[in-house]
């Protein structure tokens, strides 16, 4: 009913840039919060940040200052700006977002996730 789908990542240089970007489609009523998150092997998923509905940002201690995230409301959309980029941001990143969703006589509410999509930050 709800999908989730990344784009973005890749191969960067350290003090480079990349941008993230996700999208949700389906029977979507509303989305309350947008979060973006990562994961190494062995490491469990961490919150990198995370969005509210009425604009408040919150951010990990080790991003906060060279990551921003911003959100598309009408189109459904989250963004992660990623700015001085350095080896320990190497991971793969998944966007989540908390969403109403169904009909006026079928109405959920849910958190989704993106397929992930590969950040490697390396010379």
């Known amino acids: 009913q709800v999908h989730v789908v990344q784009s973005g990542g890749g191969l960067v240089q350290p003090g480079g840039s990349l941008r993230l970007s996700c999208a949700a489609s389906g029977s979507i009523r509303s989305i309350n919060t947008m979060g973006w998150y990562r994961q190494t092997p062995g490491n469990e998923r961490e919150l990198v940040a995370h969005?509210?509905?009425?604009?408040?940002?919150n951010y990990a201690d080790s991003v906060k200052g060279r990551f921003t995230i911003s959100r598309d409301t009408a189109e459904n959309s989250v963004y992660l700006q990623m700015n001085s980029l350095i080896p320990e941001d190497t991971a793969v990143y998944y966007c989540?977002?908390?969403?109403?969703?169904?009909?006026?006589?079928?109405?959920?509410?849910?958190?989704?996730w993106g397929q992930g999509t590969q950040v490697t930050v390396s010379s």
């Open positions: 969005i509210t509905n009425s604009g408040y940002t």
């Open positions: 989540n977002m908390e969403v109403n969703y169904g009909t006026y006589f079928s109405k959920r509410m849910s958190t989704f």
